[in-house]
């Protein structure tokens, strides 16, 4: 009897592990491409996901499991509904969370979910994305008109989407890569706390250069914030610092 629920509950468990396993590698390589997945607070959403879907479900598999029971197989019907509803629940979960933007505006990224995404608002046919598929590197553009910078911050005090959220004001990320690596956090202010200092310094020697090489920009996540890593040269992102760019502004500017 023992042997057989093991194995009913293995097999249980290999199903669920592909299953699973699949959806979270897609996750994992297309809606949350790195840095996203920990700032963007998929990890206790995957928790709940792989406890009750790879451990409850097997589990009660093995509690239920009898081969001459009457109504076994409503039994494993059920405990396989609860299994699919929570599966279900939890991917529409990561699929609402998922970045579909990192946008740039003014002096930070955003990750911009696809529960806040509006992509049929862009007005580029490029921007226009799917909502299913990777995130897009965007620049929020500020509209120099003062009416609209006026309706701009009423509606944020209203609680409406700012300009980092507002696709109509997307433009191509691109074009703006020179003007972005110019602001960002300086290297000087990074070093003034000793454990900032060590942590910039132990990515300078992993990437072998200097600091004058990056710009250090603020990236904020639902999870957590950030700073992001950019090289000068290639104009692309190299990597992330553990490091909370509102607290070490707010530390230099007190200094």
Not at 162 to 181: G, I, K, N, Q, T
Not at 242 to 254: G, H, R, Y
Request: glycine letters at 6%; aromatic letters at 10%.
């Amino acid at each position: 009897m023992i042997k057989q629920k093991v194995k009913a509950s293995i097999v249980h468990l290999l199903i669920s592990l592909v299953v699973v396993g699949c959806f979270i590698a897609f996750a994992l390589l297309v809606w949350y491409p790195a840095p996203f997945m920990s700032i963007a607070g998929l990890t206790g959403i995957v928790a709940i996901l792989i406890s009750v879907d790879l451990v409850l479900g097997p589990l009660l598999t093995f509690v239920v499991f009898k081969p001459k029971k009457p109504r076994l197989a409503l039994d494993l019907s059920v405990i396989a509904a609860v299994q699919m509803a929570a599966l279900g629940y939890g991917m529409y979960t990561i699929y609402q969370g998922h970045p579909v933007y990192v946008a740039y505006a003014v002096d930070r990224f955003t990750l911009i979910t696809a529960q806040d995404a509006n992509p049929e608002q862009a007005k580029y046919p490029d921007l226009q994305v799917s909502t299913l598929w990777a995130p897009k590197l965007v620049y929020a553009k500020v509209p120099t008109d003062p009416e609209l910078v006026q309706a701009l911050l009423l509606d944020a005090l209203a609680g409406k989407p700012d300009v980092d959220a507002r696709s109509e004001y997307y433009e191509p990320f691109d074009a703006f890569v020179p003007e972005v690596l110019k602001k960002g956090i300086k290297p000087e202010v990074l070093f003034a706390s000793p454990d900032n200092k060590q942590k910039l310094e132990a990515f300078l020697k992993k990437q072998g250069n200097t600091a004058a090489d990056y710009a250090f920009l603020p990236l904020s996540g639902k999870e957590d914030d950030v700073v992001w890593v950019w090289s000068r040269d290639t104009g692309k992102p190299v990597g992330t610092l553990a490091i909370n760019p509102w607290n070490t502004l707010q530390v230099s500017a007190k200094n």
